[in-house]
Nanobody, 126 residues
C-alpha cells in the first residue's frame, strides 16, 4: 500500500506561483510513474503532468506547458509540481497519483495510476 499526501495548495492571484508537493509513504515510489491531475467543479478529472521513474522523461498537458514543472526526489519519496503564471482556469483540486503496473496506454490516463492522494485545493483569483 502507498499513501500519498499533497500539500502546498492555497489561494493566489493570477500571475502568481504555487509549489505543490506529494509525499509518499508505505512503499518507495522510485520505481513508479508519478502524475498530477486536477478536477474543477462540474468537470472531469484531467491530466496535468507526469514524470517517469527515471525523472528524465516528463509530460505536460498543453494547457500548462511552459508554466508548470514536475520533478521528483526519489531519495525523499516526493514529487513536486511548480506552478508559475497561474490563471483562474487553473483553479481545481489537484491530485497526486502513483502508477506501478506496466504502462498499457498513456501516462495521461487516470487508469494508469494505482494510488491517489486526497487532493489539495488551488484557487486562482482574477
Amino acid at each position: 500500500q502507498v499513501q500519498l499526501v499533497e500539500s502546498g495548495g492555497g489561494l493566489v492571484q493570477a500571475g502568481g506561483s504555487l509549489r505543490l508537493s506529494c509525499a509518499a509513504s508505505g512503499r518507495t515510489v522510485s520505481s513508479s510513474r508519478m502524475g498530477w491531475f486536477r478536477q474543477a467543479p462540474g468537470k472531469e478529472r484531467e491530466f496535468v503532468a507526469a514524470i517517469r521513474r527515471s525523472a528524465i522523461t516528463t509530460y505536460y498537458a498543453d494547457s500548462v506547458k511552459g508554466r508548470f514543472t514536475i520533478s521528483r526526489d526519489n531519495a525523499k519519496n516526493t514529487v513536486n509540481l511548480q506552478m508559475n503564471t497561474l490563471k483562474p482556469e487553473d483553479t481545481a483540486v489537484y491530485y497526486c497519483a502513483a502508477g506501478f503496473a506496466p504502462l498499457r496506454a498513456t501516462v495521461t490516463s487516470p487508469r494508469e495510476y494505482d494510488y491517489w492522494g486526497q487532493g489539495t485545493q488551488v484557487t486562482v483569483s482574477s
